[in-house]
């Protein structure tokens, strides 16, 4: 079988036509395989989600119960049948419950990746090659400028930061699922155990990590009505967005910072007023990406959202065949 006859774009997302299933549709489809929790391909009102159950969990506390049809929770690394396709699920390190999704059909396997990364991350299973005959890559950093340092570094900054400036405090911007939950977790095996203040839109998500058993030590609502002297001192998570309103206001003298892949680009850090920003990043780097494809020993790379042109000639160079897939709605909200 022709592995474009088993996985092809259209415009829903990924179609496999044997198995009559889409991987992350962008659009209302009869039956979603979904890879993580991200609101660019985790979305509502498909009639029926499979997917892992730390993923379901969060789309139902990001979209209420009601959000599909029906639910299926996938075991990883066990096989479902779908219409005659082999179906498996497997870790993807991006962010709690983040997994690739293997597709296998008359002796032919693709393996879609879904977001991905390799830096450790103690708040979800690390990714696992497997190997197969086609790897659908993401490259949202895919060019060599783009090499992530290790994550204790950057959090070493923010804590050297913090002791140089007690009576000021730390206004941190981290995507409200998995980047947040690792900047605190980061923080806490860095050894800072005083609480961590997190705005409104974390809690439920930053709960339901503990609740797996994620430890993220003492959070507190940074909505404390008391004097700006509360916070002096204070490391504060929020999503990016509310540092720019009227929130990030009550807090003084703030150091804006910002944990994103980014932040590597100096002129973007400057031009979103970030005073310190961390390179802190929930995909794959450059050496992340190509080394991965390696590791897979697919004969063929398809390379979805991102950067797609450099790590396609990359490929060729090595002599692996690759295509951009040109997959439209990726906008990750995790970077
Ligand atoms: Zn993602």
Sequence with gaps: MRASDLLHPRPEGLYCPPGDFFIDPVRPVNRALITHGHSDHARSGHRSVLATQQTLDIMGLRYGEDFAGTTQAAQLGEAIALDGVSISFHPAGHVLGSAQIAVEHQGTRIVA???YKRQKDATCAPFEPIACDVFITEATFGLPVFRHPPDTEEIARLLKSAAQF??????????????????????????????IYIHGALARLSEYYQSQGIELGTLEPATVEGGKQDFAGAIVVGPPSAFADRWARRFPDPISCFASGWMRIRQRAKQGGVELPLIISDHADWDELTATIKETGAEEIW????????????????????????????EDEGD
């Design 113 to 115: 990746s879904g977001d």
């Design 303 to 330: 390379v979805t959202h991102g950067r797609e042109e450099a790590l396609v000639r990359w490929c060729e160079l090595e002599g692996i065949a690759a295509r951009p897939l040109h997959l439209v709605g990726y």
């Design 166 to 195: 007690p009576e000021r405090s730390h206004l941190v911007g981290a995507y409200a699922l998995g980047k947040a939950q690792r900047v605190m977790r980061l923080l806490r095996d860095a050894g800072y155990d005083r609480p």
